[in-house]
């Protein structure tokens, strides 16, 4: 009698268990793990608008007049994705990037008794919300704006926060600049404002991260070991029946054989979580005030102080104020009044070819665009740092994100709050479609051609509700239904 060999019963014994039951189970999971939805939820916040040449109604300039008439922020035209010259930067994610266009902020334009100013744009952009304003006697920068809601990002970190409990449900940085107010609301009237200095963010965040470099849990080793030892076992086994069935039933055992083999590679190659990392930082002042802090540097610190809590699995919300900055350190060449960046926007009234400064379109040109992209980058960075950090069955921490990079107004000049600037980046666990832009102006021709025309009926209230879905929530609406043209998801998302 021919001796069984022992490894070979538990391996078939281990391929009945997974080939017959399990077999049609193994094959939907798989397919479904790219579709599970977003871990996690960052928001990138740009103070002042964007360079653009979008008016108070939507409409563009066409720089003939004395208003600026380039639009640095849209891609460029043709059926083709291409980045426009501010995302450029962003061209290695691009197969992660979704740009969205003609979406107004309906929340301010109604509410607001100039179709869009620096208050009820700040209160609303995030929350969409009933907005009630105390004005202060005789200084209109000390108004008080009190909203009946919290921003998108808070309501989404109690929600993840019940799903997957963590140190910090959200992580709320800034980079200090000049402002008009932070757009973020923990809840109804309760404003958010992010800390500055990136050593006591660093020394709050990590207290009791302990190790400096984590290395793999050895549990954690010892099962993925078990996993791929399995797996091993039960190709071994259904290869020894596949001449013992039928044709058809041969082609089922060799697709279920390359599926296994699948597997096995996620196994060894994409179950550990990153290494948890503490970030190093150098050459910043632990003492330095939001006006004196050197945010040449601040701004890619925080940034790697998120990238390592997200590594650390330290929250599932994380939130970058960017101010209204000039940035000195980028040598501007077209002056702004009192080093605002945002009297920077304001000069895009001046500069068009019948403007007092027409003659200085290109210094103020070649200024915004320095000044836009600095800012851009701090989002590149970190998506570079998702992008190079492995989190399981093939997956990056990208794939596994939903990043928004928005700010209050289009055109600053105006402060329009019409077509408004969103950026989404990530691919949200499979839940929405990548690499491309959707125009929900109504008079955007086909290809996405220019056109200075302009309308629309899809408002912030539609994304964020399309957001809350991405996230699991059955919502019809976010925010204020009086103010909105519809209620109810985005189309074209997915």
Not at 77 to 102: C, T, V
Request: glycine fraction near 10%.
């Amino acid at each position: 009698m021919k001796t069984i060999n022992r490894r070979l019963v538990l391996a078939g014994l281990g391929g009945v268990a997974i080939a017959m039951p399990w077999l049609e189970l193994t094959h939907g999971k798989a397919q479904a793990q790219a579709a599970d939805g977003p871990k996690r939820f960052v928001l990138f916040f740009d103070h002042g608008g964007t360079l653009c040449a979008t008016d108070k109604g939507g409409k563009k300039f066409d720089g003939n007049g004395a208003q600026n008439g380039v639009d640095a922020w849209i891609p460029l035209p043709g059926a083709e994705f291409k980045l426009g010259a501010i995302h450029e930067q962003l061209q290695p994610y691009i197969d992660s990037l979704l740009i969205l266009r003609g979406i107004d902020n309906q929340a301010c334009a109604k509410q607001s008794p100039y179709n869009g100013d620096h208050g009820w744009a700040n209160a609303t952009v995030l929350t969409c919300a009933n907005v009630t304003l105390t004005p202060h006697p005789g200084d209109s920068s000390q108004d008080v704006y009190t909203t009946d809601g919290p921003s998108i990002d808070a309501l989404l970190a109690t929600r993840l926060a019940q799903k997957n409990p963590v140190t910090f449900p959200s992580i709320n940085l800034e980079v200090p600049a000049h402002n008009y107010g932070s757009p973020f609301y923990r809840a109804a009237n309760q404003k958010v404002d992010g800390d500055y200095n990136p050593k006591t963010v660093f020394d709050k965040l990590f207290a009791n991260v302990t190790d400096g470099t984590s290395k793999p849990d050895p549990a954690a080793e010892r099962a993925r070991a078990l996993k791929k030892s399995i797996l091993d076992g039960v190709g071994e086994g259904l290869t020894g029946f596949e001449n013992r069935v039928s044709t058809a039933d041969k082609q089922s055992i060799e697709a279920h054989l390359e599926h296994i083999r699948s597997l096995e590679k996620q196994v060894a190659g994409g179950m550990v979580s990153a290494t948890c990392t503490k970030p190093t930082l150098t050459g910043l002042d632990p003492k330095a005030d939001q006006y004196s802090i050197d945010i040449e540097k601040s701004g890619p610190a925080m940034v790697d102080i998120l990238i390592a809590a997200f590594r650390c699995g330290l929250t599932n919300v994380g939130t970058v104020n960017i101010g209204g900055l000039y940035a000195l350190f980028l040598n501007p060449t077209f002056p702004a009044a009192y080093n605002i960046g945002h009297s920077l926007d304001h000069s895009s009234r001046d500069v068009g070819k019948t403007g007092p400064d027409g003659a200085k379109w290109q210094d103020w040109y070649d200024t915004q665009l320095k000044n836009r992209q600095w800012r851009l980058s701090l989002v590149t960075r970190f998506l570079a740092g998702l992008a190079a950090t492995p989190e399981g069955n093939g997956t990056t921490m990208l794939d596994n994100t939903l990043l928004m990079s928005t700010t209050e107004f289009s055109c600053g000049a105006v402060h329009s709050v019409a077509d408004m600037p969103i950026l989404l980046a990530g691919k949200a666990g499979g839940k929405i479609k990548t690499g491309r832009q959707i125009n929900y102006n109504l008079k955007a021709p086909a290809n996405n051609a220019p056109t200075l025309d302009y309308q629309t009926t899809t408002s912030l209230h539609n994304l964020y509700t399309s957001i809350l879905q991405i996230f699991g929530g059955t919502d019809t609406n976010f925010g204020s239904t009086t103010h909105a043209w519809k209620t109810g998801p985005l189309d074209l998302l997915t």
